[in-house]
């Protein structure tokens, strides 16, 4: 008599590696946040192997992590610390000051534009995320 073919159950770690993968693809927006849930959810109900890889075979395997930008931050804090040993300190308080004026004075002369954008990207977000 044959053995029929059966698929192997799943573990608690392969459901929680399987769940891991949708959480990193939802963060890189391969996935939004009903489809996760629902993959998830399906990913701790799920009972055999065929069926974790069934929730993530459209999935790429890899994904891509973000490094801080530990070298970007290093040349900045460099470049700010060269200013402040070879720029007057006179020098330096001026320049804050008259960029933090002209700030302002965008921020209020541009306020009946950048209100309402901000207002439309707050809905929107909000409309995307239910």
Avoid: C, N
């Avoid at 701790?44 to 929730?55: I, K, P, T």
């Avoid at 970007?72 to 000051?97: D, F, K, N």
């Avoid at 960029?99 to 921020?107: T, W």
């Amino acid at each position: 008599m044959e053995i029929l073919h059966r698929d192997l159950r799943a573990s608690d770690g392969d459901r929680e590696q399987a769940v891991a993968l949708l959480k990193a693809h939802y963060a890189e927006g391969r996935l939004g946040w009903d489809e996760l849930a629902w993959r998830s959810d399906a990913a701790y109900r799920a009972v055999g192997l065929s069926e974790l890889q069934r929730l993530t075979a459209d999935l790429p395997r890899a994904v891509r992590r973000r490094r801080p930008p530990y070298i970007a931050l290093g040349v900045l804090a460099l470049l700010l610390a060269a200013w402040l040993v070879i720029v007057p300190p006179e020098v330096t308080v001026a320049l804050v000051l008259i960029f933090s004026v002209l700030a302002l004075l965008a921020a209020v002369l541009l306020a009946p534009i950048w209100i309402p954008a901000l207002l439309v990207f707050i809905a929107w977000r909000v409309i995307k995320t239910r």
